[in-house]
């Protein structure tokens, strides 16, 4: 039967959720067991694709076509299972999803409200999401609640992984809490009072963390992890430093090293073998020792937030890796490109143009393909990026001067690109 381990956050968001969640599973995986992470989103978009990449990020799409959260692109990064869209689901996917029963009477007319429906429909979508009582079903689910603990958005989420732990049984879930320990450099102390309340508050709701992920620019001290554990009630053991690493990769080895699989492997009653991190070792040592550097300009429209483009960072930094190259990518707007000289890009190695919507920034990239036809610098299109090549070979190659997408166009002249809708025989 699949066990579970609940994941959250503290204090603040961005802490590393994603990356905490993603380590434990690779730690989990390496140790024999079929492990999948689930995402719980609190907004109430019902999924990220219509929000901009300035909100939210980019939009990771999985292989059965779902648009998800980029935290789901971390999951696949570390572990060997594939995302799918039972893996991610939003408060708006649960409200829509309860209002259709409502609607069709699936509650035979009953009141309908947050207990028990809402969280009945969340632990339905969770179970779902693990494959539990199938014969898709893995040995431990790991779910990241989104947000942080007190945060109203989010209340429903906790509220239902509280019962499920309760109606699994005894060592059936696990709960680690992700928390922020700050130093102030005018006291120079790292202070531990924002991670004891936000536990008190995770208590208060009826959760006591099995472990607690401490965030901090630096180790935490071991007498301020017993600290922590004394306010807490976690045991000094189950309280980790994580302190900023270099790379994510170390991730999984520094939580190793303090134990946490072995804490979860205890609590949930799995026997494994031990865990074997050399492929994480050796993963590690290529991006601290690359053999040479190659220098890359993103010409984008989102470059404010480099989380819009994630997945491509870490596609060009693992392609890096497996050459034993180190990738320096360069942000570049589109946007001032179009005002800026074209020259600046005669510094790189590469340019990369990767998708966008709308039309501003457009001419920019057009500009930047142009560029790197004509210099020979090795040139990626991808999605827009190929669009706006087509349309610079178009203008500056096949003479056709008004040449454009009727995306950015509809009634142009010389349309080079259309949506699939559009297509007409000749």
Known sequence: MTKFVFVTGGVVSSLGKGIASASLAALLESRGLKV?????????????????????????????????????GHYERFIETRMKKANNFTTGQIYKSVLEKERRGDYLGKTVQVIPHVTNEIQDFIKRGAGYGTPEAVDVAIVEIGGTIGDIESLPFVEAVRQLSLRLGPNQAAFVHLTYVPWIAAAGELKTKPTQHTVQKLREI???????????????????????????????????????????????????????????????????????????????????????????AMVGKYVDLSDSYKSLNEALRHAGMKNHAQVNITYIDSENLELEPIEQLAQFDAVLVPGGFGKRGVEGKIKAARFAR?????????????QVATIEFARHVAGLTHANSTEFEPEGTQPVIALITEWKDP
């Open 36 to 72: 999948t992470l689930i995402k719980l989103d609190p907004y109430l978009n019902v999924d990220p694709g219509t929000m901009s990449p300035f909100q939210h990020g980019e939009v990771f799409v999985t292989d059965d076509g779902a648009e998800t959260d980029l935290d789901l």
């Open 206 to 296: 009826g959760i006591q963390p099995d472990a607690l992920l401490c965030r901090a620019d630096r180790a935490i001290p071991d007498d301020e992890r017993e600290k922590i554990s004394l306010f807490t009630n976690v045991a000094l053991w189950g309280v980790i430093s994580m302190p900023d690493v270099d790379t994510i990769y170390k991730v999984p080895r520094v939580l190793h090293e303090q134990g946490l699989d072995g804490l979860i492997c205890d609590k949930l009653r799995l026997n494994t073998p031990p865990a074997n991190l050399k492929r994480w070792d050796d993963l590690v040592h290529e991006v601290l020792n690359p053999q040479r550097e190659v220098s890359i």
């Open 374 to 386: 004509e210099t020979k610098v090795p040139y990626l299109g991808i999605c827009l990026g190929m």
